[in-house]
């Protein structure tokens, strides 16, 4: 389930955690939305999935400095690491996570 950021420290500070800034009023959100739905379905055992409402929450926006929407972050270990801009279908997102997973894996590995 993905679960709805209130503030800062509802984001994760271990592994990965895939955040989704995005607005009702917003028809490229709209069309996201069953994108990330879909992805928490497939990867939420590995990846924490977070929404937050970039009109409730405009100070959390601009501190991670998203100025379109939608905005995905990409969290490691609490850390804001990438940014992806725009609407993505579901196959470049799905690649991109199994390549973030296997990264943190084998970071992981050799620690």
């Not at 800062?8 to 500070?13: A, F, G, H, Q, T």
């Not at 991670?64 to 609490?78: K, N």
């Not at 990438?82 to 993505?88: L, R």
């Amino acid at each position: 389930m993905v679960t709805e950021i209130q503030n800062e420290s509802d984001i994760p500070l271990t592994g990965l955690a895939l955040i989704d800034f995005h607005a009702d009023w917003c028809g490229p959100c709209q069309m996201f939305a069953p994108v990330f739905a879909e992805l928490e379905e497939n990867f939420g055992d590995e990846v924490f999935f977070g929404s937050v409402d970039v009109q409730e929450k405009q100070k959390m926006a601009h501190s991670f400095g998203v100025m379109s929407i939608p905005c995905t972050l990409l969290f490691e270990d609490g850390i804001p690491k990438e940014k992806v801009q725009g609407y993505k279908p579901y196959g470049k997102f799905e690649t991109y996570l199994e390549q973030k997973i296997e990264s943190l894996t084998l970071t992981n590995r050799n620690k």
